[in-house]
C-alpha cells in the first residue's frame, strides 16, 4: 500500500541548484556574480543562501521538486510507504561520487545518520521523528518514523547526500550533482560540468561563481561583461529595464510573504494582546502603498501567509481591507490608552518595510518606533518573546505550508517539535486540532481541507498579518534566459542560451 500522494506542491531550497531534465550541452562558461560569499562545501551545517545556491548542483538529495512543484526522483528512482510509520526508498542504480565511488544505500544511511546527530546540523530537527534508518541491501533505505510521517518527503529534499566517511575523510566536496569543485575560495568558486553525469552532459562546461557583495559593483560586472548572472541588481537598474537591452531583468515568484506579528502576552501592559487592537493595525495598512514604495512595485499584495503556488494556499480569500476611518473606530473601542505606542522590531535587511508601516498605522492611533536589530539579536529576541511588534519574511522552502504553521501558530511543544517559531505566544486549541491532524494525513486532499481552514482562523485572530509576495530579482547578459521555478535561487542548468 502507498500512501505517499504522488503529486504535491512542495520545494526545497537546498535543491535549486538541481537540475529536474538534464537538457543538450551548449558548452562555454558561466559567471555567476553574488551578494554573498559561499561559506562551506559541508551541505550539513550551513544554511545561507549563497552557499545552498552553489552546493545544490555539486550534492543531490533523493528527490526534488521539478519547476511545476511536483515531487520527482533523484538519488531514489522511487519510493513508497509499506505502513503509515515506514518510508522505503528504492536507490538509483550506475550513480557515481565525483571521486569515482559507486553510490550505494551506506551513503544514504551514514548521511541521514549525520544530519540526525551533528551538533552543528540544521536539519537535525526535521529528521527527528526518525527512529531508525536501516540499508535493505546496495541498492534500498528504510526509514522508521516514530509518528505517521506524510511530510517526511519533503524534508528529505533538503538533505543532500555525501559518500560515507566523506568528513572524517575530509576530502572536500565529493556529491553525484551535474557540476564538481575545482577549486574553492571565499570570493571565488570554480565548477567543472561532469563528462559522464547519470542524467546526461551538463549544460555548461565550467561555471565560475564570484562574491561582489555591492548592487553597484555587480552591475559594473555585468555591464563590463565580467559577469553573466547576477542576483540581487540595484533597484536603479530594475526601474529602467527595457526589452533588448544589453542587460535585461528576470524576476521569480518568491516562496516567502512579508508579515507583520504581535506578541499576544503581557496582559494590559502589552496593547497588542489586545484583538481589537490588531484590528486596527491591519485595517490602517495599505499593501499596494507598501508594494510600492518598499519594492518599486516589484511584488503583490497578500491575501494570506502563503503565497500562490505554495500548498495551503486558498485561492478565494480576499485582500485585506484598507480602512483608515474603521482603523480608529476599532482603536477607539478597543479601551487601551491612546496613542499607542510600542517599537517595531526588524533585521537590517526590513528596515525599509518597517518605516513603511510605521508611517501608515500612525494616523489610526498606533506609534510605532522602528528599530533595527542585527540578525542574531532580532532572532533571539523573537524566540524569546521580547518583541511585541515585529516585521520579518515567512519563507516556505518546501514549498508546503503544513509544516510552517505547524511552527508558527500551534501552540507551543518543544518536545513534539510545534510550535518552535510561535514567537507570538498564539494558543488556540481547535487550531491546534487542525494542524495535528494535518500533520498526520497522508491524503493530500484531506490535508489541503485542514490547512485552508487553519488559513482562515488564523487570519480570524489578526496574529499575523500578510503584507505582500516579494518577487526574486536577478539580472542576465543579453542571449540568456532564465527557467527557473518558484523556489529562489540559481540553478546553472536553468540559465539557457536564447
Known amino acids: 500500500m502507498n500512501l505517499h500522494a504522488r503529486r504535491a506542491a512542495f520545494c526545497a531550497v537546498v535543491a535549486i541548484g538541481y537540475l529536474v531534465a538534464c537538457a543538450r550541452n551548449q558548452g562555454g562558461v558561466l559567471r555567476v556574480a553574488l551578494r554573498d560569499s559561499v561559506a562551506s562545501l559541508d551541505p550539513h551545517i550551513v544554511d545561507d543562501r549563497s552557499t545552498f545556491y552553489l552546493l545544490g548542483n555539486v550534492y543531490e538529495p533523493l528527490a526534488v521538486h521539478d519547476p511545476a512543484g511536483s515531487i520527482v526522483p533523484a538519488l531514489a528512482a522511487a519510493w513508497s510507504n509499506p505502513d503509515e510509520r515506514t518510508w522505503r526508498f528504492d536507490l538509483r542504480r550506475g550513480v557515481t561520487f565525483h571521486d569515482g565511488r559507486a553510490f550505494t544505500a551506506r551513503d544514504v544511511r551514514y548521511t541521514l545518520e549525520r544530519v540526525r546527530s551533528h551538533p552543528q546540523s540544521w ?3 526535521d529528521l527527528a521523528g526518525v527512529v531508525s534508518v536501516g540499508a535493505a541491501g546496495d541498492h534500498a533505505i528504510e526509514l522508521r518514523t516514530r509518528d505517521p510521517s506524510p511530510l517526511l518527503l519533503q524534508s528529505l529534499t533538503r538533505v543532500l547526500i555525501v559518500p560515507e566517511g566523506w568528513a572524517e575523510a575530509a576530502t572536500g566536496a565529493n556529491g553525484t550533482g551535474p557540476y564538481r569543485v575545482e577549486s574553492w575560495r571565499n570570493e571565488l568558486t570554480r565548477l567543472r560540468g561532469l563528462a559522464r553525469h547519470w542524467r546526461g552532459l551538463p549544460r555548461w562546461t565550467a561555471v565560475e561563481v564570484r562574491t561582489v557583495a555591492t548592487a553597484g559593483a555587480r552591475l559594473e560586472a555585468i555591464s563590463r561583461g565580467e559577469a553573466d548572472f547576477i542576483d540581487s541588481p ?6 529602467s529595464s527595457r526589452p533588448g537591452a544589453a542587460v535585461h531583468i528576470i524576476e521569480a515568484s518568491a516562496a516567502q510573504v512579508a508579515i507583520m506579528g504581535f506578541r499576544l502576552g503581557g496582559g494590559a501592559q502589552n496593547p497588542f494582546a489586545n484583538t481589537r487592537v490588531r484590528e486596527a493595525v491591519a485595517l490602517a495598512i495599505d499593501q499596494q502603498a507598501l508594494v510600492r514604495l518598499v519594492l518599486a512595485g516589484r511584488g503583490e499584495p497578500a491575501s494570506q501567509l502563503a503565497p500562490p503556488g505554495i500548498f495551503g494556499y486558498v485561492p478565494d480569500l480576499p485582500l485585506p481591507r484598507h480602512d483608515p476611518g474603521a482603523a480608529r473606530a476599532a482603536l477607539q473601542t478597543s479601551r487601551v490608552r491612546l496613542p499607542v505606542r510600542a517599537e517595531l522590531l526588524c533585521s537590517p535587511g526590513g528596515q525599509s518595510l518597517a518605516e513603511a508601516v510605521a508611517a501608515q498605522v500612525r494616523a489610526s492611533g498606533v506609534h510605532l518606533a522602528p528599530r533595527v536589530l542585527a540578525w542574531e539579536e ?8 521580547q518583541a511585541d511588534a515585529f516585521v520579518f519574511h515567512l519563507t516556505y522552502p518546501e514549498l508546503d505550508s503544513t509544516n510552517v504553521f505547524v511552527s508558527s501558530f500551534h501552540t507551543s511543544q518543544p518536545e513534539a517539535r510545534r510550535g518552535t517559531m510561535n514567537f507570538s505566544g498564539h494558543s488556540d486549541p481547535a487550531l491546534d486540532a487542525l494542524l495535528e491532524r494535518a500533520e498526520a494525513e497522508f491524503d493530500s ?7 485552508a481552514q487553519a488559513t482562515r482562523r488564523v487570519l480570524a485572530s489578526w496574529v499575523w498579518l500578510p503584507l505582500y509576495v516579494q518577487r526574486d530579482t536577478y539580472a542576465a ?4 534566459r532564465w527557467e527557473g521555478g518558484l523556489a529562489p535561487g540559481i540553478a546553472f542548468e536553468r540559465v539557457v542560451r536564447e
Do not use: C, K, M
Open 123 to 125: 536539519l537535525r530537527e
Open 234 to 239: 540595484p533597484p536603479s537598474l530594475v526601474a
Open 378 to 385: 532580532f532572532d533571539r529576541r523573537l524566540n524569546v518573546r
Open 445 to 451: 486532499q484531506a490535508r489541503y481541507a485542514l490547512i
Open 477 to 480: 547578459r543579453a542571449g540568456l
